[in-house]
């Protein structure tokens, strides 16, 4: 290589002087690094290292905000390519994955709803203190002529024609058939159903019967008896079939006709065949769950009533009607009577 006139360096020297201060420059960064990084590590809260980190901090972040701000497409797009490039076994997997999970927790969620009616269940049995078996509804009607279910238990579970079904809400119906392992039931709603019934505010009682409808109507209940919509219906005990005090529904009409000795009222039962799914079948009743004495006495006396009154409406009917006829004839109407008197001796 050829050298610098006038006692200069030669190229080759230049060269390795340069490294030489590049490699001294590179051990004085990395001892002033270090010497910088243990006074801050050593440094409490306001020294000036912690000062100048928080100036670069202040710097560098609108910087750092728009490198994310710019990143974050291409990131999305690298979501979405490997996603495209993911392999037909791995979507098998996770689509299978998936529907696992969706059975599991309509299973899950089913099984909730399943104790929620079993824990009312309880808590009614536990309420109006019933002996009773549990049972689980397997089928409904066969035909359209009858309003009925069938459920798994029967008279090898101790039940029996005669006794009484509820649901978590009240009386659903009375068991009309039963097998060794399965029974019928006739619910409320059936046309040829009556149970036992009263008004719960007033105590007004009567007789709840199905139709061929599907709707009940509340029969028997005078018009003197207080009665007015959303009361609510329940059993009255009268018969001994029928635990006292079971809600059957509410009430959803009442209309009065003229002259009438009775109440139209149509009830809305608690319970619809739909909700049937477990039951309750009461197995015998205690002495407090009877009609009392004075409950017969005051149907007696609701009865006596009404026959009283339709007596008394049947005479004043018939009274004006004589009278109607007198007053067109110009006729009195106790010659009339004797008349007829004589007639009905003479015959």
Known sequence: MPTLNGGGLSSSGLHKDNSGSGGRLAVVFVVLSLVMFTMSARETNGGFFTTVRAVYSTVTTPVRYVGVVVTAPFQGLGNVFANLTA?????????????????????????????????????????????????????????????TVTIDKGSSSGLAVGMPVTDSRGAIGQIVSCGATSSTVRLVTDENSSVSAMI??????????????????????STDSTVKVGDTVVTSGLGGVFPKGLPLGTVMSVNKSAGALYYEIAV????????????????????????????????????????KGGSDSST????????????SSGTDSSSTKSDSGEKSSGD
């Open 87 to 147: 392999s037909q076994k791995s979507l098998s997997e996770l689509k299978e994955e998936n529907e696992k999970l969706k059975a599991r927790n309509a299973e899950l969620e089913e099984a909730e709803k399943t104790s929620e009616r079993l824990e009312d269940l309880l808590s009614l049995q536990s309420t109006y203190k019933l002996k009773s078996k549990a049972a689980r509804i397997i089928s409904g009607s066969t035909d359209s002529w009858s309003d």
């Open 316 to 327: 004043s009917d018939s009274s004006s009607s004589d009278s109607s006829k007198s007053d």
């Open 200 to 221: 719960q505010s007033s105590r007004a009682q009567g007789i709840l019967a199905g139709s061929a409808d599907g709707t009940l109507h509340l029969n028997l209940i």
């Open 268 to 307: 809305k039962p608690f319970s619809t065949t739909e909700n049937f799914e477990e039951v309750l079948v009461i197995t015998s009743l205690t002495e407090d769950q009877r009609a009392t004495s004075d409950d017969i006495a005051a149907a007696d006396a609701q009865e006596s009533e009404a026959v």
